[in-house]
């Protein structure tokens, strides 16, 4: 894949990722704002945007959303097959929900 490519790439993901975090808060706010990590100030932000507005911010060269998983116990607790598995998204979530929120995108 060449640089073009992955900038493409990079585009494509910032505008699903901007459309998506739009929904998702207008569907339900705290929800979003607690599955997309993010303030109450930059939820309104995401909002407010317009059509032209998330097409110019997606068309950055870096990638907006970021990869939240940093923390092995949490990652692990997504990805392996737990004993109990009726609390593993629960276990997940309140692993998630002491991830600290981002103040901007």
């Given at each position: ?93 309140i692993l998630m929900a002491g ?7």
């Amino acid at each position: 894949m060449n640089t073009l490519d992955t900038q493409e790439s990079i585009r494509e993901i910032n505008l699903s990722y901007l459309i998506l975090a739009q929904r998702i808060l207008r569907d339900d706010r705290a929800i979003g704002m607690f599955r997309l990590g993010l303030s109450a100030e930059v939820a309104d932000l995401l909002v407010s945007l317009s059509l032209p507005q998330v097409v110019k911010l997606a068309s950055a060269d870096q990638m907006l959303c970021a990869f939240r998983f940093n923390d092995h116990m949490l990652l692990s607790a997504l990805t392996q097959a737990p004993k109990n598995t009726d609390i593993a998204a629960t276990h997940a979530a309140i692993l998630m929900a002491g991830q600290p929120v981002k103040a901007l995108i």
